[in-house]
């Protein structure tokens, strides 16, 4: 089993940054990739980053890509999503997940086994 508890998240100006931080705890050497997602309110959970554990091989949704930057600390078992030039946009509730998932297909939330409780952040005019 693992248990994973994200911190970071709140409220930010657009334009500003905010750091998640995810914190895995159990059997962190059973996954492959860290995902982060994001669910805004009304809408469907959709893609934001993955990190492949063990290489660092990184993967960004187009709509971040260029302002977010995800990141891992092994040594940790933490992974991150620095958040930068935040837009309104980008407030929903934003979740890490795990997984022993190796594909190509690391955007689709079935394929991840383990997922945080979330954390809001908020992005005000």
């Known amino acids: 089993q693992v248990t994973l508890v994200e911190s970071g998240g709140g409220l930010v100006q657009a334009g500003g940054s905010l750091r998640l931080s995810c914190v895995a705890s159990?059997?962190?050497?059973?996954?492959?990739?860290m995902g982060w997602f994001r669910q805004a309110s009304g809408k469907e959970r959709e893609f934001v980053a993955a990190?492949?554990?063990?290489?660092?091989?990184?993967y960004y949704a187009d709509s971040v890509k260029g302002r977010f930057t995800i990141s891992r600390d092994g040594a940790k078992n933490t992974g991150y999503l620095q958040m930068n030039s935040l837009k309104l946009e980008d407030t929903a509730v934003y979740y890490c997940?795990?997984?022993?998932?190796?594909?190509?297909?690391?955007?689709?939330?079935?394929?991840?086994?383990?997922w945080g409780q979330g954390t809001q952040v908020t992005v005000s005019s």
């Open positions: 997940a795990a997984g022993p998932y190796s594909g190509s297909v690391y955007y689709m939330p079935r394929q991840y086994d383990y």
């Open positions: 990190i492949r554990w063990h290489g660092g091989s990184t």
């Open positions: 159990g059997r962190t050497f059973s996954w492959y990739t």
